[in-house]
């Protein structure tokens, strides 16, 4: 059981990886998978809102909709803490693409 768990992790992390540097449907997908808890995941609304955003910002009209619809389930800290995340995620892609 323990190699399942640990095969979803390394997984998951590969799917973020690709995603942080990918398109804005591979993002969306994360943030529904955080939002819905699906995949294994648990629900965590601040992994959703970072993946919606980040989707938003690759020109997502979903993801957009998506991230002020979880938003008003969130407090300001767990929103300032999902924009401080994408803006990392977003200035580690610059700089691997620089």
């Not at 399942?4 to 799917?15: D, P, T, V």
């Not at 938003?56 to 002020?68: H, K, N, P, V, Y």
């Not at 938003?71 to 767990?78: I, S, W």
Request: proline fraction near 0%; include cysteine.
């Amino acid at each position: 059981m323990g190699n399942s768990i640990k095969s979803a992790q390394f997984l998951m992390e590969a799917r973020q990886l690709r995603a942080a540097g990918g398109s804005a449907d591979e993002c969306f997908d994360l943030g529904v998978a955080y939002s819905c808890g699906t995949g294994g995941l648990s629900v965590d609304l601040v992994e959703a809102h970072k993946w919606f955003n980040l989707a938003a910002l690759r020109g997502s009209g979903e993801g957009q909709s998506m991230r002020a619809e979880i938003a008003g389930e969130m407090t300001a800290r767990e929103i300032a803490e999902a924009q401080r995340q994408a803006r990392a995620i977003i200035a580690a892609t610059q700089l691997r693409a620089a």
